[in-house]
């Protein structure tokens, strides 16, 4: 089973810096995309930040030129730890939430989808 595992995060002031970490283990044969969404109460979990296979990189239009993903998404080996990092810069109270690991992965010709437990960001003006 594969189990994602989620750092960082936490409470900064209004213009600081956080970094999150998400390492994925367990089979996992490919990996599609790994990333970050967001959610706060009573919203929709929002897509932040994705890194694709092939090394594309999408974000969503409210962090670009603020944040940045980076990671191995590649390694073929079926058991080897896969990390994704998204560094967040310039950081607003509204970009408040909790933070979602997500990985859309193939095993054994399945696509899976996993998510983190999630992880705090507090923004304080």
């Known amino acids: 089973q594969v189990q994602l595992v989620e750092s960082g995060g936490g409470e900064v002031q209004a213009g600081g810096s956080l970094r999150l970490s998400c390492t994925a283990s367990?089979?996992?044969?490919?990996?599609?995309?790994m990333g970050w969404y967001r959610q706060g109460a009573r919203e929709e979990r929002e897509m932040v930040a994705l890194l694709l296979e092939g090394g594309r990189t999408v974000y969503s239009e409210s962090v670009k030129g603020r944040f940045t993903i980076s990671g191995n998404v590649v390694d073929t080996s079926y058991n080897a730890e896969r990390t994704v990092f998204l560094e967040m810069s310039s950081l607003k109270p509204d970009d408040s939430d909790v933070y979602f690991c997500?990985?859309?992965?193939?095993?054994?010709?399945?696509?899976?989808?996993?998510w983190g437990q999630g992880t705090q960001v507090t923004v304080s003006s």
């Open positions: 367990g089979g996992i044969d490919r990996i599609h995309a």
């Open positions: 997500n990985l859309n992965f193939d095993r054994s010709r399945v696509n899976l989808e996993s």
